[in-house]
């Protein structure tokens, strides 16, 4: 009867669709750890999660088939087992599974039963539903296997439990939310106190596209204690040993490593999703415009903590609005991150739309349309640049600018991707104050502050034209934020946020922004999933839309 398991918990990122590079680096760290017994790894391991249609490519499962009997193989030499997570095709469909490997072959399959289907999940377009899964016996123990969304319901651990399970262990791919830590370690405390039974819970690390993964594996037992922690937003690997008393299974207590509060967790979600989007796409680095404002100076504090200063490229554009202290105030955050900083002024390019559009436009007042002109021509600058060097234009537009609309499309929205896009402006000021004071465990940028102080405490402003400020067209970001989270995360109405207090045309007007700006968000570059509901992946609206609430 077996009394003792080595179980090592691989908390490790993926990179989508290159299979093969997926599998070399879990026999790599079976390689390392030869005195485990058994070696967990996320959910999709082999793939990549999520893979959207990637999945539906014959191609890309006959290769998954290929890889996973090539880890399979090397398990004949008798050393650690792998749980190991793939895309299986059975008659009936595609499954989300995990395949037991051990003693040179496909020891057993588990077959995700509850499939996700809300927010960023889209599974069940995807996948067929598992059965009910039974444990799988290894060496003598019987170990139950609820992947992700199986353990967020009580009914597949309590299955396991009545099919003679002595342990769980569950692998994921959880993204990451604010607060998420909280809520994994309530929802499996739950799950361990309903069956009597210890659970270990592996996620995943790294971003993929818009969702950023932090990892924060950790391990319950049945007294509800937790016994290990494993760090968040690193690749971890972490050996864990369980023992059989008269009362079952229990884990010993190892490593606990702090996980990041508030808002450090937000900082490092968007340098490391900038990192691996950065990375994986193989770019030289990113290029951006540094107007002398609070977006674009944190823009290029995540982007030189994730890349390094010498990867990071910014640009400074003054027309003739822009004022000495938002020149002083850009140079002065150069400095401070160490990145190149040129000058490219548009003054020129001003002139000649202005006489290019001229008999068009002739009766009419400057307006909007000369306003955005100068956005563009910015935005066309960075683009040449981008093209010319193959740096990746970085946006640096915030969700309150996103949510109203108050930004141009085909000028300040373009580019390649935006940490900033899931950060409501409230939300940009905390993180640029936050950063100043603090340098992040895993950033490459400075210590000390990276911004003047004046950048976060000068009114916001485009400068598109004379004595600018955001207050002239929106209601002060302290009032907007609150009435947005409203209408966005929570999806209130008007009479909802008027019985909070809030003024009830401000509110109504606000609805009609968001709504109508919906066209734009359409055309915007992905950006980091943040918070519940980001735009994009989370909230889907149609464009065309009159209903409104007041």
């Given at each position: 009867?077996?009394?003792?398991?080595?179980?090592?918990?691989?908390?490790?990122?993926?990179?989508?669709?290159?299979?093969?590079?997926?599998?070399?680096?879990?026999?790599?760290?079976?390689?390392?750890?030869?005195?485990?017994?058994?070696?967990?790894?996320?959910?999709?391991?082999?793939?990549?999660?999520?893979?959207?249609?990637?999945?539906?490519?014959?191609?890309?499962?006959?290769?998954?088939?290929?890889?996973?009997?090539?880890?399979?193989?090397?398990?004949?030499?008798?050393?650690?087992?792998?749980?190991?997570?793939?895309?299986?095709?059975?008659?009936?469909?595609?499954?989300?599974?995990?395949?037991?490997?051990?003693?040179?072959?496909?020891?057993?399959?588990?077959?995700?039963?509850?499939?996700?289907?809300?927010?960023?999940?889209?599974?069940?377009?995807?996948?067929?539903?598992g059965p009910p899964p039974e444990p799988i016996h290894f060496r003598g123990v019987r170990i139950g296997v609820p992947i992700c969304e199986d353990i967020w319901f009580p009914k597949v651990c309590e299955q396991l439990k009545a099919a003679g399970a002595e342990?769980?262990?569950?692998?994921?791919?959880?993204?990451?939310?604010?607060?998420?830590?909280?809520?994994?370690?309530?929802?499996?405390?739950?799950?361990?106190?309903?069956?009597?039974?210890?659970?270990?819970?592996?996620?995943?690390?790294?971003?993929?596209?818009?969702?950023?993964?932090?990892?924060?594996?950790?391990?319950?037992?049945?007294?509800?204690?937790?016994?290990?922690?494993?760090?968040?937003?690193?690749?971890?690997?972490?050996?864990?040993?369980?023992?059989?008393?008269?009362?079952?299974?229990?884990?010993?207590?190892?490593?606990?490593?702090?996980?990041?509060?508030?808002?450090?967790?937000?900082?490092?979600?968007?340098?490391?999703?900038?990192?691996?989007?950065?990375?994986?796409?193989?770019?030289?680095?990113?290029?951006?415009?540094?107007?002398?404002?609070?977006?674009?100076?944190?823009?290029?504090?995540?982007?030189?903590?994730?890349?390094?200063?010498?990867?990071?490229?910014?640009?400074?554009?003054?027309?003739?609005?822009?004022?000495?202290?938002?020149?002083?105030?850009?140079?002065?955050?150069?400095?401070?991150?160490?990145?190149?900083?040129?000058?490219?002024?548009?003054?020129?390019?001003?002139?000649?739309?202005?006489?290019?559009?001229?008999?068009?436009?002739?009766?009419?007042?400057?307006?909007?349309?000369?306003?955005?002109?100068?956005?563009?021509?910015?935005?066309?600058?960075?683009?040449?640049?981008?093209?010319?060097?193959?740096?990746?234009?970085?946006?640096?537009?915030?969700?309150?600018?996103?949510?109203?609309?108050?930004?141009?499309?085909?000028?300040?929205?373009?580019?390649?991707?935006?940490?900033?896009?899931?950060?409501?402006?409230?939300?940009?000021?905390?993180?640029?104050?936050?950063?100043?004071?603090?340098?992040?465990?895993?950033?490459?940028?400075?210590?000390?502050?990276?911004?003047?102080?004046?950048?976060?405490?000068?009114?916001?402003?485009?400068?598109?034209?004379?004595?600018?400020?955001?207050?002239?067209?929106?209601?002060?970001?302290?009032?907007?934020?609150?009435?947005?989270?409203?209408?966005?995360?929570?999806?209130?109405?008007?009479?909802?946020?008027?019985?909070?207090?809030?003024?009830?045309?401000?509110?109504?007007r606000v609805e009609r922004l968001l709504y109508i700006a919906e066209y734009k968000r359409r055309q915007a570059p992905p950006g980091v999933k943040l918070g519940t509901r980001n735009f994009g992946r989370d909230r889907r609206y149609p464009i065309t839309n009159a209903f409104r609430?007041?």
């Amino acid at each position: 009867m077996t009394m003792r398991l080595s179980i090592l918990l691989a908390q490790l990122n993926q990179n989508m669709g290159d299979l093969t590079a997926n599998a070399d680096a879990m026999l790599a760290v079976r390689d390392r750890w030869p005195e485990a017994d058994l070696i967990l790894f996320p959910e999709l391991q082999l793939i990549g999660y999520p893979p959207e249609d990637l999945v539906l490519k014959p191609a890309l499962i006959a290769r998954a088939h290929d890889e996973l009997h090539r880890i399979a193989a090397a398990t004949a030499d008798g050393g650690p087992a792998m749980l190991v997570g793939t895309v299986i095709a059975l008659d009936d469909g595609l499954y989300n599974a995990m395949a037991l490997l051990d003693r040179g072959a496909v020891a057993a399959m588990i077959r995700k039963h509850e499939l996700p289907n809300y927010g960023t999940f889209d599974e069940k377009r995807l996948f067929m539903p598992g059965p009910p899964p039974e444990p799988i016996h290894f060496r003598g123990v019987r170990i139950g296997v609820p992947i992700c969304e199986d353990i967020w319901f009580p009914k597949v651990c309590e299955q396991l439990k009545a099919a003679g399970a002595e342990l769980l262990l569950a692998p994921n791919g959880s993204p990451y939310e604010p607060d998420k830590d909280d809520l994994r370690l309530a929802l499996v405390r739950r799950r361990v106190e309903e069956t009597g039974l210890p659970l270990a819970y592996l996620n995943r690390v790294g971003g993929q596209d818009e969702l950023v993964f932090d990892g924060s594996s950790f391990v319950v037992n049945a007294d509800g204690a937790v016994a290990v922690q494993m760090p968040d937003w690193e690749a971890a690997e972490t050996l864990t040993f369980w023992d059989k008393g008269a009362g079952g299974w229990t884990c010993e207590a190892g490593e606990r490593h702090a996980l990041d509060p508030a808002p450090a967790d937000l900082y490092h979600a968007m340098m490391i999703a900038l990192r691996d989007y950065v990375n994986r796409n193989r770019f030289p680095g990113v290029v951006l415009g540094l107007s002398g404002g609070i977006d674009s100076a944190l823009s290029a504090a995540v982007a030189v903590d994730a890349l390094g200063a010498d990867r990071v490229w910014c640009v400074m554009m003054p027309s003739r609005f822009t004022v000495d202290e938002s020149l002083s105030d850009a140079a002065e955050c150069a400095r401070l991150l160490g990145v190149r900083l040129d000058t490219i002024p548009i003054e020129p390019a001003v002139t000649a739309f202005d006489a290019m559009l001229a008999p068009a436009f002739a009766g009419r007042a400057r307006d909007l349309a000369e306003e955005n002109i100068q956005s563009r021509i910015r935005g066309v600058t960075l683009m040449a640049l981008s093209n010319k060097f193959g740096h990746m234009l970085l946006t640096t537009g915030n969700k309150s600018e996103m949510s109203v609309g108050y930004a141009t499309i085909y000028g300040d929205m373009a580019g390649g991707y935006s940490v900033l896009k899931d950060a409501y402006k409230t939300t940009v000021f905390a993180l640029s104050e936050w950063r100043n004071a603090n340098r992040p465990s895993l950033g490459l940028g400075p210590e000390g502050p990276v911004m003047p102080v004046n950048v976060i405490t000068k009114p916001p402003t485009a400068e598109l034209r004379a004595d600018q400020k955001d207050s002239d067209s929106l209601p002060p970001y302290d009032v907007l934020d609150p009435i947005l989270r409203g209408l966005v995360e929570e999806e209130l109405s008007v009479a909802d946020l008027v019985a909070r207090g809030f003024d009830r045309d401000t509110v109504a007007r606000v609805e009609r922004l968001l709504y109508i700006a919906e066209y734009k968000r359409r055309q915007a570059p992905p950006g980091v999933k943040l918070g519940t509901r980001n735009f994009g992946r989370d909230r889907r609206y149609p464009i065309t839309n009159a209903f409104r609430t007041a």
